[in-house]
């Protein structure tokens, strides 16, 4: 597991995921598969988007000035109102017009509706954001060291779980072509071996 991963996984242990499972009406197994995946999928498209560095700069001066790791301090605040970080729009700027197509995937993955997919996602964006943040800031890392972290954490993730992460980087690179998903039941059931 990735540090990012894992640290929003420490911070969403106990009663967290069990507030995460209550607000998105699923049980807390469920929760916690949908954390393991959707942010390490969260982490592959902002690597993947970092790598033009434009994109770098751009997302570094959203963490230095929106995600400095403070929703860690109160997220159980954060929990009771997750739509006030604005998850929407982080997942707008990470995906564009894949995020559909992402959040399917991940309903057909989780077996939970699109809706609740969406949910989930928008709930952890901001988590993922926060913990790069922090990362940045101890790290003091300037664009070119973001995207060396991303890049990093991505690595970390393929290592850990390759069949998972390369299914994701995959599905990643369907959507960003645009072509339709075939076989969705092939790729949620590669996503567990």
Same mark, same amino acid.
């Given at each position: 597991m990735n540090a990012i991963t894992q640290m929003i996984t420490q911070q969403l242990a106990g009663p967290a995921i069990s507030k995460v499972a209550q607000r998105m009406?699923?049980?807390?197994?469920?929760a916690n598969t949908a954390v393991q995946l959707a942010?390490?999928?969260i982490l592959a498209a902002m690597a993947r988007n970092a790598q033009q560095p434009t994109a770098a700069e751009d997302l570094h001066q959203a963490i230095n000035k929106d995600h400095d790791g403070s929703i860690f301090d109160n997220l159980s605040g954060y929990l009771s109102n997750p739509a006030a970080a604005n998850g929407a729009g982080i997942l707008g700027h990470i995906f564009g017009g894949q995020q559909p197509a992402?959040?399917?995937?991940l309903a057909q993955v989780t077996g939970v509706d699109q809706g609740t997919a969406g949910g989930m996602m928008e709930m952890l964006a901001p988590?993922?954001?926060?913990?790069?943040?922090?990362?940045?800031?101890?790290e003091?890392? =300037?664009? /070119?060291?973001l995207a060396n972290l991303l890049n990093d954490q991505q690595q970390q993730a393929q290592a850990a779980a390759p069949g998972m992460m390369g299914t994701l980087n995959s599905l990643l690179d369907q959507?960003? =072509?645009? /072509?339709?998903?075939?076989?969705l039941s092939r790729i949620a059931g590669n996503l567990f071996k």
């Open positions: 009406g699923v049980s807390e197994a469920t942010v390490p999928l992402i959040e399917n995937n988590l993922v954001m926060g913990a790069i943040g922090k990362t940045q800031r101890q003091g890392l =300037d664009s /070119s060291g959507n960003k =072509d645009g /072509s339709a998903f075939d076989d």
